[in-house]
């Protein structure tokens, strides 16, 4: 009788398999090029609308479930994010091209004097003297504006629109990318909990939910709320009369995804409404703009995200602002994320035995 003959796996191959697969995976992703953003993004929006998917297969069960269900989730987004994004775009580049515009009659005329600086019950001298100095004569907008170094931000405005279709590029295969991964999902799960439980062990089912917590804790606590913040907001600019206000107010909304520099924007704004505006007008965006934002800053976002994974906030943060500067924009997520894991594995390592299996959580 023939006897076949396996070799078992020994140090060399272990490695050399190892090796093999980083080689292959760098490679991939390589090639993927930049759609390597709409892979990120389409696992992304998996991991956020999944709990969605298994509502609907439990509230509703169609004939082919499995590609008519994926296909409502993939449809409703583009709706609900594509449609408006479009709309809110071409206003903002249209009232982007009047700010523009704006800025170069400044540069070239020089910023009329307010009529509320006549009504200033304090310093209105020294103040109307240093607006005809510095802000009413053009050669003083202009060195000015030369000390604020205004072309890039001026060039920038002025190609507002420009790259759209890469974006409506990646956003369609991003879509793309989701539609299969929900289509995928219990395959790719399982496939999923194969790997981690072979590479970690029973620590793989910690490592995961804390991954996907920390992504779905980004996505409500930064995107949405930031997106709540910037609507309240815009509010507040139209009612206050702000020129641009669909502007400012998109300019708010993603500086209020990250926390603590909504601010900056709302400043913006106020500066912006002092100069076409009234006093009472710009204390009052500012004021409510600060209310909104200390609010949802300091008691919102700390339970979205630090409390879906048990991370203290600070870390949060910083993952969250090292993130942008590394990744980009996906930065919300990963960064997030890296620090979910970090965490995680500092509390291993910091546990006694007993303490590690346990896994105390940790306020």
Aim: with cysteine; hydrophobic share 60%.
């Amino acid at each position: 009788m023939r006897r076949s003959f396996r070799p078992g796996r020994g140090p060399f191959q272990f490695w050399a398999q190892g090796v093999l697969v980083a080689v292959v995976a760098a490679l991939a992703l390589y090639t993927l090029g930049r759609f390597r953003v709409s892979l990120v993004w389409g696992g992304v929006l998996a991991i956020v609308c999944w709990p969605l998917l298994g509502w609907l297969q439990r509230k509703w069960s169609p004939r082919h479930a499995d590609i008519v269900l994926p296909a409502i989730i993939v449809l409703g987004i583009a709706l609900i994010f594509g449609v408006p994004t479009m709309v809110i775009g071409g206003i903002a580049a249209s009232q982007a091209r009047d700010a523009a515009a704006w800025v170069r009659d400044i540069h070239e005329y020089g910023l009329p004097e307010p009529a509320w600086l006549s009504s200033v019950p304090w310093g209105r001298a020294q103040l109307e003297h240093w607006w005809q100095a510095n802000l009413a004569d053009p050669s003083g907008v202009q060195q000015l504006l030369h000390r604020l170094h205004p072309g890039q931000p001026l060039r920038t405005i002025d190609h507002v629109g420009q790259g759209v279709a890469n974006t409506l590029v990646l956003f369609g295969f991003t879509l793309l990318v989701l539609f299969f991964f929900l289509k995928a999902g219990p395959a790719v799960v399982r496939h999923m909990n194969v790997v981690l439980w072979r590479l970690f062990g029973p620590r793989g089912e910690l490592l995961r939910s804390q991954v996907v917590g920390a992504v779905r804790g980004a996505m409500a606590g930064l995107v949405l709320v930031g997106l709540g913040e910037g609507a309240l907001i815009t509010v507040a600019y139209i009612i206050a009369g702000a020129p641009q206000a669909l502007l400012l107010g998109v300019f708010t909304a993603l500086m209020s995804m990250i926390p603590m520099l909504g601010g900056l924007a709302v400043a913006l704004a106020v500066v912006v409404i002092l100069v076409k505006g009234t006093v009472g007008a710009a204390v009052g965006v500012g004021v409510f703009g600060m209310i909104v934002l200390f609010l949802a800053d300091h008691f919102i976002r700390p339970v979205l995200i630090g409390g879906s994974i048990r991370l203290p906030f600070v870390w949060v943060l910083l993952g969250i602002l090292g993130g942008l500067e590394g990744w980009g924009l996906l930065g919300l997520f990963i960064g997030p994320v890296l620090m979910a894991l970090a965490h995680l594995m500092w509390r291993f390592g910091s546990m006694s035995a007993a303490g590690a299996h346990a896994l105390p959580v940790e306020k």
